[in-house]
């Protein structure tokens, strides 16, 4: 652990200052992998009940004299992270993944979706990348690239596995996802958060959003599918896609197929219906496996290191926000000696 004095940041506790070590320890793991990503998330979750936990290790509960121990986190809100909503999100996704591979709705759909784009790899990119983005404008980024991420597996599986244009292929998906939630207001949650700090004289409405949103995103997409051709070139002058055949008609397919399609339309609709895109993700997996369509074999099919990914980021969030050490390093700077120019630029960048 580093010594309190080489950090910049007056009056950081005891505790704020273990989650800031585990923090750059676990972005460090990630960043050169000495150990596999899901590991890392598993360490970072440890050491917080450990280090910083009201049911740690006593020798941490006890502050030294002369220094500030902070307020401890609840051992519960650490364990929580893996049961975050945006864990049953995903696990929802998944679910849909599974289904939709067994019953060829992935592969349906992405021969049905992709086939006005042609063979070459550059316009099967930019076609996942704009369907991609016009399903995040109306629901969860998350949900959009679970989703769009099971429709390219039959495309990746016929691919050479020596092109690097897949590479660009399966990231061009969680880029436009991102990017396409740009777009309006209820495309991803920190839209909706602003929109409650701009309120009487300094409103906007779902329309002026795109406005203002829109053009960012089509400009943002063209750079990365540019960018993604130089980065990761396809040896392949043409892709030739095995998505022949036709859809299932027995009764377990279409409920496959409804469930998916209503999954969507709620997913797109969380206004009209009032349940937001995390509880609307516990449908599909509770259907299935009523249906049998998802059993014990399908269930260990389930990306669990993915899930373990996520939940020690999970984690490191709630510590976060719990500690104060957010706050602390976001009011780090001076804002009131900066221009509003730097002051845009300085949020962004904390952000």
Known sequence: MMPIDWIPIDDLTLIQHRLLAIFLLAALLWVLEPVPVFATSILIIALELIMISDKGLHLFRTPPAGHDLGELMSYTDIFGAFSSPIIILFMGGFALAIAASKYELDNNLARVLLKPFGQQPKFIMLGLMLITAVFSMFMSNTATTVMMLALLGPIVASAPKYDLGIKALVLCIPIAANTGGIATPIGTPPNAIALQYLTGEN??????????????????????????????????????????????KSWRAVVVYITFAITILLWM???????????????????????????????????????????????????????????????????????????????????
Not at 225 to 242: A, I
Not at 280 to 291: G, R
Not at 298 to 307: A, F, G, M, R
């Open 203 to 248: 409103s906007i409405d779902f329309l002026q959003w795109m406005m203002m949103g829109l053009p960012f995103v089509i400009v943002q997409l063209t750079l990365a599918w540019f960018l993604l051709q130089k980065l990761f070139p396809s040896s392949e002058d043409r892709m030739v896609l095995k998505l022949d055949g036709a859809f299932q």
């Open 269 to 351: 609709t969380t206004k009209l219906h009032g349940m937001n895109s995390y509880v609307v993700s516990i449908i599909p997996l509770a259907v299935f496996t009523l249906t049998g369509i998802i059993g014990k074999d399908e269930l260990k099919l389930i990306n669990w290191d993915v899930l373990w990914l996520v939940a020690g980021g999970i984690a490191i969030g709630i510590g976060l926000d719990k500690t104060g050490l957010a706050s602390a390093l976001a009011h780090a700077i001076d804002y009131e000696s900066l221009s509003p120019f730097a002051v845009v630029i300085a949020l962004s960048m904390v952000c």
